[in-house]
């Protein structure tokens, strides 16, 4: 079944029926938010209201991710994950036709009422892995915080593979995935906070020793599980402080320099430990020209060969 709210197409064909997430009663405030409320106005409720997802979802700094990239003139852009649509107006701008995929449908409705007035956007309610036979080939498919949830939505043995391949299949000769995910290594971890999925002290950077079906990657890992599915041709990027909320974003041929990284204490969604001053450990870290094993975020644009 298919309906519109305001230009955006919603469908609901996949749609189990019920929503396997959710972010409890604040979900009901932000449909409210942009019900009642322009764009414009997002700011001031977060300041106004000083809570962690009003902030992560409707913040225009979410989309410092991507806003400076040059997609390729009237795109068709795949965004799997799209939630309550925090990237998705920025994707839309830089599109011509944007496909979303989304497991919630009031994660769903809330991008569609805050992107009411964009004709571009169709919003597919339901797991990627029942939708994508359907769909056709993209420009460009984006993971912005996705890939680390593969295992819990994909069955195979090599989860993360499998994601993967099958995103590469609905990719247009030259098509790219862009793929942000925190960096299980991350200087953040090693100095006290908190894994981001998992809400545990050095989870990640022990390797995730309980296995409860949610990781992330080291640089090294990552690019060698693209590599394992042929994405071969990868420019990798460092935002910090992290992808969520980005002041800015690195790249192998701009590295940041020694006294740059000073923005290091903010912690919006829970508590964390203060081992030891961030600042100078970067300062270290950039000396000994280590800094893109210990940013705490990547940011992966991918491609591969069409031979």
């Given at each position: 079944m298919?309906?519109?709210?305001?230009?955006?197409?919603?469908?609901?064909?996949y749609y189990v029926g019920?929503?396997?997430?959710c972010d409890g009663e604040v979900e009901d405030e932000l449909l409210k938010i942009v019900t009642e409320h322009t764009e414009d106005e997002y700011e001031k409720i977060i300041a106004q209201r000083r809570k962690w997802p009003i902030l992560y979802h409707l913040s225009k700094q979410r989309e410092s991710i991507l806003e400076w990239f040059e997609f390729k003139e009237n795109a068709a852009i795949l965004e799997i994950g799209?939630?309550?649509g925090a990237v998705t107006g920025c994707l839309s701008r830089k599109s011509g036709h944007l496909t979303c995929v989304e497991l919630s449908k009031k994660r769903s409705i809330i991008?569609?009422?805050r992107n009411r007035?964009?004709?571009?956007?169709?919003?597919?309610?339901?797991?990627?892995?029942d939708i994508a036979p359907n769909l056709p080939q993209y420009?460009?498919?984006?993971?912005?915080?996705?890939?680390?949830?593969?295992k819990l939505y994909i069955d195979s043995d090599e989860p993360y593979k499998a994601f993967l391949t099958q995103i590469k299949q609905h990719l247009k000769p030259g098509g790219k995935v862009v793929i942000a995910i925190e960096n299980r290594l991350g200087l953040k971890y090693w100095a006290g906070c908190k894994e981001d999925h998992t809400g545990r002290y050095y989870d990640s950077v022990e390797?995730?020793?309980?296995?409860?079906?949610i990781r992330t990657f080291s640089r090294k890992e990552l690019l060698e599980l693209l590599n394992s599915v042929g994405f071969t041709k990868n420019n990798i990027y460092y935002p910090y402080p992290d992808y969520k909320l980005a002041t800015t974003v690195y790249s192998d041929k701009y590295l940041p320099k020694k006294g740059e990284l000073n923005n290091n204490l903010r912690n919006f969604d829970s508590d964390r430990l203060l081992t030891f001053d961030e600042k100078r450990a970067f300062d270290s870290i950039i000396e000994n020209g280590l800094f893109r094993e210990f940013s705490n975020s990547f940011l992966v644009i991918g491609g591969f060969d069409n031979a």
């Open positions: 298919t309906e519109k709210i305001g230009e955006v197409v919603l469908n609901t064909d019920k929503d396997l997430y799209s939630g309550c991008n569609a009422t007035d964009k004709k571009n956007i169709e919003i597919y309610v339901g797991n990627y892995s420009d460009i498919i984006t993971l912005i915080g996705v890939l680390e949830y593969g390797n995730y020793p309980e296995n409860n079906g």
